[in-house]
DNA sequence: CGCTTTTGACCAGCGC
DNA sequence: GCGCTGGTCAAAAGCG
């Protein structure tokens, strides 16, 4: 049936909201670029063509699912690349506005079983040359995909740490080569290994200061 | 040797 | 019920 409920439409919310609680290392992601991997030694040198890509232009991207506003629309999509804290587009919009090549994608996966996670999912489009972004968590490769109307496969991650149950999905989008998709899954219960180091000596050295 | 990646198989949800 | 699709599993291979 082509009834897909209009999602409610996700109200603005500011920055702050957008990062994943409990995810510092997303503090670093509103720049140009989200630091990479591998990114120091393969500097990303890409121009910008699309300054403001549309959602629609990709249908192999679960943007339905991505955006779905369900528990007062916790899932929200930030595009890192040019806008950062930018939502690019609500899922009401999506459906109204859903073209032939995506509608008859997206309405099984509105309502398929991704829709039973409730865990808050958070996307993000990067501009990047690598599939993989260094947020500071250990990540492991559970299984990867090839997506219907995309040229390019998409990867699942699950985090590492023995009591998270974080997952991530990577994609790069056929159409923008360029721009890799991120998305969450779920909130990291423990903390950013990689922030905890840096900032270990700091929180020491500050506390020796202030006894003074 | 332990951890990660790869990859084919399997399963579940959906439309027809 | 069947086929399509996305998500996950798990054995094997690869790597440091």
Same mark, same amino acid.
């Given at each position: 049936?082509?009834?897909?409920?209009?999602?409610?439409?996700?109200?603005?919310?500011?920055?702050?909201?957008?990062?994943?609680?409990?995810?510092?290392?997303?503090?670093?992601?509103?720049?140009?670029?989200?630091?990479?991997?591998?990114?120091?030694?393969?500097?990303?040198?890409?121009?910008?063509?699309? &300054?403001?890509?549309?959602?629609?232009?990709?249908?192999?991207?679960?943007?339905?699912?991505?955006?779905?506003?369900?528990?007062?629309?916790?899932?929200?999509?930030?595009?890192?690349?040019?806008?950062?804290?930018?939502?690019?587009?609500?899922?009401?919009?999506?459906?109204?506005?859903?073209?032939?090549?995506?509608?008859?994608?997206?309405?099984?996966?509105? /309502?398929?079983?991704?829709?039973?996670?409730?865990?808050?999912?958070?996307?993000?489009?990067?501009?990047?040359?690598?599939?993989?972004?260094?947020?500071?968590?250990?990540?492991?490769?559970?299984?990867?995909?090839? +997506?219907?109307?995309?040229?390019? &496969?998409?990867?699942?991650?699950?985090?590492?740490?023995?009591?998270?149950? /974080?997952?991530?999905? +990577?994609?790069?989008?056929?159409?923008?080569?360029?721009? +890799? +998709?991120?998305?969450?899954?779920?909130?990291?219960?423990?903390?950013?290994?990689?922030?905890?180091?840096?900032?270990?000596?700091?929180?020491?050295?500050?506390?020796?200061?202030?006894?003074?």
């Amino acid at each position: 049936m082509e009834g897909q409920e209009p999602l409610p439409p996700l109200s603005l919310i500011s920055s702050p909201l957008l990062l994943p609680p409990q995810n510092p290392s997303f503090l670093f992601a509103p720049s140009a670029n989200f630091p990479s991997s591998s990114s120091s030694s393969t500097p990303n040198t890409n121009p910008n063509p699309n &300054p403001n890509p549309n959602p629609l232009d990709y249908p192999e991207i679960d943007w339905i699912g991505l955006l779905s506003a369900q528990a007062g629309g916790r899932d929200q999509t930030m595009d890192t690349s040019t806008k950062p804290n930018t939502i690019l587009q609500n899922s009401a919009a999506l459906s109204a506005n859903s073209g032939e090549e995506n509608k008859g994608n997206n309405k099984r996966r509105a /309502v398929g079983k991704m829709r039973k996670a409730s865990r808050p999912r958070f996307a993000f489009q990067t501009r990047s040359a690598d599939d993989i972004l260094d947020d500071g968590y250990r990540w492991r490769k559970y299984g990867q995909k090839a +997506v219907k109307n995309s040229s390019y &496969p998409r990867s699942y991650y699950r985090c590492t740490h023995h009591t998270c149950n /974080v997952k991530k999905q +990577v994609q790069r989008l056929s159409k923008d080569t360029s721009i +890799v +998709v991120t998305t969450y899954e779920g909130i990291h219960n423990h903390p950013c290994e990689k922030l905890m180091e840096t900032l270990t000596p700091l929180l020491r050295q500050m506390q020796f200061l202030s006894r003074f």
